[in-house]
């Protein structure tokens, strides 16, 4: 079984920090990496894409990839209390024959005001 | 901006009847997937469709589940007799290349929160 792996959490970061989360996986031949946001009770909402090593910024958001040591992260800079929401990893990994999108567990993220 | 839309948003249902949940995918979009996250659990994959046939299914896609794409639009998902354990928010996305090749990002639709009593 390919896993995704993040830490639960809660974060909570302040108003105007760096919240960093952190997302492992085990399948050394994926190759697309994904962050999404859900909020409570709705759908996961795409973030990021990234395919390469290294970073990745868009806006507040910067997705940094490390496929050495299999590890991708969302650095969400001047955190708003809106951005207060579970944070979802996702990463096309092979289950039996099937490549598929694989989701970790997600982090809960509170942005304090 | 273009989105995926499912239908209904809320069904409750008795162990053991038949649901069918709607999806239109984003019009241009090649690839339709199923997943569902049952509550406070992850978000799981049941299967993925293109040209009309099923690419890739899970295990927990068995024989009670069925895709179909009647028309041009719609995209459903059937569950044959329904069990306490499906109970979950079923979410329909779409892609315009197979997720896992290339870039392959999935837009999910709002959810159908399916409860069986």
């Known amino acids: 079984q390919k896993e995704v792996e993040q830490n639960s959490g809660p974060l909570s970061v302040p108003e105007g920090a760096i919240a960093s989360l952190n997302c492992t996986y085990s399948?050394?031949?994926?190759?697309?990496f994904f962050w999404y946001r859900q909020y409570s009770g709705k759908s996961p909402e795409l973030i990021m894409s990234?395919?390469?090593?290294g970073d990745k910024e868009d806006g507040r958001f910067t997705a940094q990839l490390n496929k050495a040591s299999q590890y991708v992260s969302l650095l969400i800079r001047d955190s708003q209390p809106s951005d207060s929401a579970t944070y979802l990893c996702?990463?096309?990994?092979?289950?039996?024959?099937?490549?598929?999108?694989?989701f970790g567990s997600g982090t809960q993220l509170t942005v304090l005001p | 901006e273009p989105e995926v839309t499912q239908t209904p948003s809320h069904q409750v249902t008795q162990m053991g009847q038949e649901v069918i949940l709607r999806c239109v995918p984003i019009?241009?979009?090649?690839?339709f997937y199923w997943y569902r996250q049952i509550l406070g659990q992850k978000v799981e994959f049941l299967v993925s469709?293109?040209?009309?046939?099923?690419?890739?299914k899970s295990e927990i896609f068995d024989d009670q589940f069925s895709v179909e794409r009647p028309d041009g639009s719609n995209f459903t998902l059937k569950i044959r007799s329904t069990k306490l354990e499906d109970s979950a928010m079923y979410f329909c996305?779409?892609?315009?290349?197979?997720?896992?090749?290339?870039?392959?990002?999935?837009?999910f639709g709002e959810g159908s929160r399916l409860t069986v009593l």
């Open positions: 996305a779409s892609s315009v290349s197979l997720a896992g090749r290339g870039t392959g990002e999935l837009f």
């Open positions: 399948d050394r031949v994926s190759q697309s």
């Open positions: 990234i395919y390469s090593n």
């Open positions: 996702a990463v096309n990994t092979l289950s039996g024959s099937a490549r598929q999108l694989t």
């Open positions: 019009s241009n979009h090649l690839y």
């Open positions: 469709f293109y040209n009309n046939e099923i690419s890739e």
